[in-house]
């Protein structure tokens, strides 16, 4: 297979962080030699990750094994899905702000028809259903655990303890129609396609706000990793943690 040189678009500051992370790890193991330094293995992932290179293409351009690209990534990854803040750490950190958005996401992964639990009816697509937090300004405050796509993100509100996280917190949060019911800290619009005076107005409003919670989502699937998953649906949830761990820490 032949390489060639290719760019990815992040900082060095995130490639050092990373190769930081894999150096203290390296030593509190009492790794002796690995095929790469903590550096080319940092790059090696972050190429994964944020290009969505197969593990055949990595290990013909880092000229190592593919078994070995298989090892330093899923190591890397459960490195970084540790670092992750849980939802009450995220609750706590967000008590200082206005509000936040509560929006959710089915990320594309391989599965036949045959897998029904993991088709989403409202996508059209099999996936997995992660939900997000993000603050006013549209950035990244928190991801859930992923969950098939067939699960509504009602159900899957609830089933991560966000409604119930929030209202202890006494955070206000904007979401859009699916989350009709979540409880009072979750402000939804008004139903109906022939809203007139002031109904209309808010879901106007509520609408303007709650758009820049896209942002988040977009953050995650700039990681092209995340628009067509093809690992194990059990390291998923991994996967999405490692990403959120690196966009919050850089």
Not at 143 to 151: E, K, Q, T
Not at 214 to 241: F, H, N, Q
């Amino acid at each position: 297979m032949l390489a060639y040189p290719s760019g990815i678009d992040l900082s060095g500051r995130t490639l050092q962080h990373l190769a930081g992370l894999l150096a203290g790890h390296r030593r509190r193991a009492g790794s002796r030699w690995r095929r790469l330094t903590c550096g080319r293995q940092a790059l090696l992932v972050l190429a994964q990750l944020r290009c969505g290179d197969t593990y055949a293409r990595l290990a013909a351009g880092f000229r190592v094994g593919i078994a070995t690209v298989y090892r330093y990534i899923r190591e890397a990854v459960d490195l970084m899905a540790a670092r992750a803040p849980t939802l009450e750490q995220a609750v706590t950190a967000v008590r200082k702000k206005a509000y936040v958005i509560l929006d959710g996401t089915v990320l594309p992964i391989d599965r036949i028809a045959a897998d029904r639990p993991y088709y989403s009816g409202k996508k059209k697509h099999h996936g997995m259903n992660v939900q997000v937090l993000a603050d006013p300004a549209g950035r990244l405050i928190w991801a859930s655990d992923a969950l098939p796509g067939a699960v509504h993100d009602l159900t899957a509100a609830r089933t991560h303890g966000i409604p119930a996280a929030l209202t202890s917190g006494d955070i206000k949060c904007w979401a859009d129609k699916a989350y009709q019911g979540a409880g009072a800290a979750v402000r939804v619009p008004f139903r109906g396609k022939n809203l007139r005076g002031w109904h209309r107005r808010y879901n106007r409003d509520h609408a303007k706000i709650r758009s820049l919670g896209e942002r988040a989502i977009a953050t995650l699937k700039c990681w092209r990793l995340l628009r067509k998953l093809r690992c194990s649906t059990i390291r998923i949830t991994a996967v999405v943690r490692a990403i959120l761990a690196l966009e919050l820490a850089t």
